[in-house]
């Protein structure tokens, strides 16, 4: 491994936090899913720059205030074991940038991908005039989608008030103080009358068993945003009885539940779950319509009990 006192470039400072996060054993998924990506990322933010991987770029010399700029953020990432997102307080989703503290959870759902597409084919983006973003945490899906739908008023709902406090900052980082409406609200609770052509959650879905094998790096995230019960459908079970009272006629739900896939499939082997595939990775993100939504009220209401 590169001495840091041998370090002269950027280049070599990137490889130098590399190596040093790996004999670290990070763990990561919190925006980059390697040793590599995540010195990088640091690298060029605690020097303030915009990531630009040209060679020419990468060469430049760096000062001995800049290394030591750099090496401290390192050092903070492996000390700490905390997201690379809880340092800089900043993340990336679907092509935009979010303020972020340990208050919500690191954006990173796969559901940025649909929301690039507009939902689309399963949606008819002129149709859609109203959206929920139900535990909407840091309020990074329901902005990504306020940008998707320029028409459409957006909704975001959460039981945390103090995940609320950061997505206001988002909702006035993004100037979308007039088209997004911030609710404190567990589940639907809060949200009576309310009726949406499209709803959008991530809600917790962590079951007990992955809740007690968690990495370090997930435990400094809020608890409230990951557990949900013994088999992770505690949230999603009573979000499905009652989204039958908020969806118009032709309104979709589209919900991540993650591992807790098979535990929903397996509780509700009628129920014609539609399980999307996604271009860059991710998994366990169901679509339902309103039809299979009200045809099946009567199970999710049972199971809900």
């Not at 949606?123 to 902005?143: Q, R």
């Not at 103090?162 to 900052?169: D, M, R």
């Not at 980082?173 to 499209?198: A, C, M, P, T, V």
């Not at 589209?254 to 509780?267: I, K, P, Q, T, Y």
Request: proline residues 5%.
């Amino acid at each position: 491994m590169t001495k840091l006192s041998e370090v002269k470039s950027l280049r070599d400072i990137i490889y130098y936090g590399a190596a040093a996060f790996d004999a670290a054993s990070l763990y990561y998924g919190h925006g980059t899913d390697n040793a590599l990506d995540e010195a990088a990322y640091l690298a060029f933010f605690a020097l303030k720059e915009a990531p630009d991987f040209s060679d020419e770029k990468l060469d430049t010399c760096l000062s001995a205030e800049n290394i030591e700029e750099v090496n401290a953020l390192f050092q903070k990432r492996i000390e700490s074991r905390k997201p690379a997102g809880y340092l800089t307080h900043e993340a990336w989703f679907a092509g935009l940038n979010f303020y972020i503290n340990d208050n919500v959870l690191v954006p990173r759902s796969p559901i940025a991908e649909l929301i690039e597409e507009q939902f689309q084919p399963w949606v008819n983006p002129e149709k859609v005039k109203n959206i929920l973003d139900l535990c909407t945490g840091s309020g990074c899906i329901a902005i990504a989608c306020a940008y998707a739908f320029p028409d459409a008023a957006v909704d975001a709902a959460d039981i945390s008030g103090t995940a609320l406090e950061v997505a206001k900052i988002n909702q006035k980082k993004h100037h979308l103080e007039n088209r997004l409406n911030i609710i404190e609200s567990d589940l639907f609770s809060n949200l009576q009358g309310r009726k949406y052509d499209l709803i959008v959650s991530n809600p917790p879905y962590v079951d007990a068993e992955d809740m007690a094998n968690l990495p370090d790096e997930y435990r400094h995230e809020p608890e409230l945003g990951l557990t949900a019960g013994e088999t992770g459908l505690d949230l999603v079970i009573p979000m499905l009885r009652d989204a039958k009272d908020h969806l118009n006629n032709d309104g979709v739900l589209v919900v991540e539940v993650g591992n807790s896939e098979h535990a929903l499939a397996e509780r509700f082997p009628n129920v014609p779950f539609m399980w999307l595939s996604f271009e860059y990775g991710g998994e366990g993100v169901f679509m339902l319509d309103a039809r299979d939504v009200d045809k099946y009220h009567d199970d999710f209401a049972a199971a809900a009990k």
